[in-house]
């Protein structure tokens, strides 16, 4: 559920944007600039790795769909994690989702329930009160 609503602010967000750059696109009858298309994928990129580095290390360590979900991300002594931590989390978050979703499915035979990136960060989501 928290991913399903870190997705709507990441589409509220990142929309408008890529709706902008494309209508631009399409009413100009050119084919895209190479630089409008990076220009959307470093958006596409930056924006959630802002987010969820921004979120999950700050201080209440937990994005909005965590936070409503009452979880929050710590290293595996308790203790919250930093920005630095946070961002190299989504990054090897990606890699969890690339190779077939199987980073996050081992969390189904670990012990604390902790994904791929979360072994190679040193983190584990826990519930708070």
């Not at 409503?68 to 002594?77: F, I, N, Q, W, Y």
């Not at 920005?83 to 190299?88: E, N, S």
Request: glycine share 10%; charged share 10%.
């Amino acid at each position: 559920m928290a991913v399903i609503i870190d997705a709507i602010v990441l589409t509220a967000i990142c929309f408008p944007i890529m709706f902008l750059l494309g209508a631009q696109v399409a009413l100009s009858g050119k084919p895209p600039d190479p630089s409008k298309s990076l220009f959307m994928n470093a958006v596409a990129f930056l924006v959630p790795l802002f987010y969820f580095a921004l979120l999950e290390g700050g201080s209440r360590h937990a994005t909005f769909g965590k936070r409503a979900l009452g979880l929050m991300v710590v290293d595996t002594e308790g203790n919250g994690i930093s920005v630095v931590r946070a961002g190299l989390r989504f990054l090897v978050s990606q890699i969890s989702g690339i190779i077939l979703l199987l980073g996050y499915l081992m969390s189904i035979f670990m012990p604390k329930k902790q994904t791929l990136h979360d072994i190679v960060c040193g983190t584990v989501v826990i519930k708070t009160s």
